[in-house]
């Protein structure tokens, strides 16, 4: 099993920052892309960025320009740096991991892991 933990949420002002941080643990496995979606009160969750383990980025078109999406595959932690923040960014953030748990010389197919999410509000 992929345990991931999120922390860096909270309020902040309309033209703040804020960062995120997501660490993945557990045994023998590998991750293969880490992101980030959100989900509002009454909408669908939806992709933020993601980054793969070579370093490829996607963002939505929404927080292109604001939000980075950056990794330390040593550590397994995915960050999100938001910038220039607006209210409309306000939403539960959860980390994604699609990862691979690994037995021996067996691969295990992949799949995704959520954490538990964390709040982020911006106030205007």
């Known amino acids: 099993q992929v345990q991931l933990v999120e922390s860096g949420g909270g309020l902040v002002q309309a033209g703040g920052s804020l960062r995120l941080s997501c660490a993945a643990s557990g045994s023998s496995f590998r991750i293969n892309a880490m992101g980030w979606y959100r989900q509002a009160p009454g909408k669908q969750r939806e992709l933020v960025a993601t980054?793969?383990?070579?370093?490829?980025?996607n963002y939505a078109d929404s927080v292109k320009g604001r939000f980075t999406i950056s990794r330390d595959s040593a550590k397994n932690t995915v960050y999100l740096q938001m910038n220039s923040l607006k209210p409309e960014d306000t939403a539960v953030y959860y980390c994604?991991?699609?990862?691979?748990?690994?037995?021996?010389?067996?691969?295990?197919?992949?799949?995704?892991?959520w954490g538990q999410g964390t709040q982020v509000t911006v106030s205007s």
């Open positions: 994604n991991a699609d990862a691979t748990r690994l037995s021996g010389y067996y691969h295990f197919p992949p799949r995704d892991y």
């Open positions: 980054i793969t383990s070579g370093g490829g980025t």
